[in-house]
């Protein structure tokens, strides 16, 4: 590791401790003039470290620090996040790692943002990102994942966003059917997966999972038709800080935990009792527009929606809009 990211990663351990240079220096083998070097980069890149004569360094305390760098000292995942990239702003996450995906990234690669400017939803929508306010990130997966398997890759992101928030600030996340979460009736957190197949060959080729958690200043950030159906972290749980960092590397431990198991679908079992849908009456869209209501009977084990309407009839949907706001959702 170089002394700059050693160095940083010292600095985010230490919460807002200070740290002086002899004790960095005597940490990481190296001189107090090569810690000193390294802490005018980490500033020079924007890295708001503060510096107290006779004291030491510091991160600046309440900032919400989201680099390569304060993420590094979290990240325990063997492979996704194994190379991460993390940028100020981007389009879109999803489209940057289609372009790495067409350099032959890695799989495993990771990329995040602070802020989308073009961020990706389901059925062409665009998922709000707005600075600092939330957490947007898409992982590249190219290896043992079959066309079968592939269908249930976003419930395996949405079991494993759900159990890493639950794990750091104690909510008790909800899923909606099938990408987004729910926190106390509202939308914290949309998932959009995206993948190629081989023309030759029939199979996955790879799949790019986005995800997005609103953290904090949704009443602020977000537009005014959208306030009254979504929340955040922070704003749903007023005494938590969220770390983005922190949150960023946990959400990617349990993705690995989860994808291990998806050949005997495991996590199904959570994924279904974390549904906010089963037992009750919503609206439902088809891809065609049509209408109606139908009531939520099951999720069956390829993560399809089963249901049954006025008439009595059951199917099983893999497509179309499920609406649970106080006009879509009764008991």
């Not at 290896?143 to 494993?160: F, I, K, M, Y």
């Not at 023309?199 to 996955?204: N, P, Q």
């Not at 279904?272 to 037992?279: A, D, E, K, M």
Request: glycine share 8%; net charge neutral; charged share 25%.
């Amino acid at each position: 590791m170089r002394v700059k990211d050693a160095v940083a990663a010292c600095l985010t351990e230490a919460s807002g401790q200070y740290l002086s240079g002899e004790t960095l220096a005597q940490k990481l083998g190296v001189s107090r003039n090569a810690v000193w070097k390294a802490v005018r980069l980490l500033q020079d890149e924007g890295f708001p470290i503060e510096a107290k004569k006779k004291t030491g360094y510091r991160l600046a305390q309440g900032v919400d620090l989201l680099t390569e760098e304060s993420v590094r000292p979290y990240l325990h995942s063997r492979i996704l996040g194994h190379p991460l990239y993390v940028y100020s702003e981007l389009g879109s996450t999803n489209n940057t790692c289609k372009t790495l995906v067409r350099d032959h990234a890695r799989h495993g690669t990771v990329v995040a943002a602070n802020c989308q400017t073009a961020g990706k939803g389901r059925q062409g929508r665009t998922f709000v990102s707005p600075a600092g306010s939330g957490l947007y990130f898409s992982m590249i997966l190219s290896e043992a994942v079959s066309l079968q398997d592939a269908p249930l890759l976003t419930a395996c992101a949405a079991v494993a966003a759900a159990r890493a928030i639950d794990a750091l600030y104690g909510t008790q996340m909800q899923i909606k059917w099938v990408n987004d979460l729910y926190l106390d009736g509202k939308k914290c957190c949309g998932i959009l997966t995206e993948g190629g197949v081989s023309l030759e060959s029939g199979k996955l080729e790879h799949a790019i999972i986005g995800i997005g958690i609103n953290v904090r200043n949704t009443s602020i950030a977000m537009p005014e038709e959208l306030r009254h159906t979504v929340t955040s972290l922070e704003e749903a749980r007023p005494d938590i800080h969220v770390c983005r960092a922190q949150l960023l590397a946990t959400v990617l431990y349990e993705m690995e935990q989860v994808l291990r198991e998806l050949p005997q679908r495991r996590f199904l079992a959570e994924y279904r009792s974390r549904s906010c849908l089963i037992g009750k009456t919503v609206e439902l869209t088809k891809d065609d527009g049509t209408v109606k209501k139908v009531a939520v009977l099951e999720i069956a084990d390829d993560c399809g929606l089963v249901v049954r309407d006025s008439f009595g009839n059951v199917e099983t949907l893999h497509a179309g809009e499920v609406h649970i706001g106080a006009k879509g959702l009764q008991r």
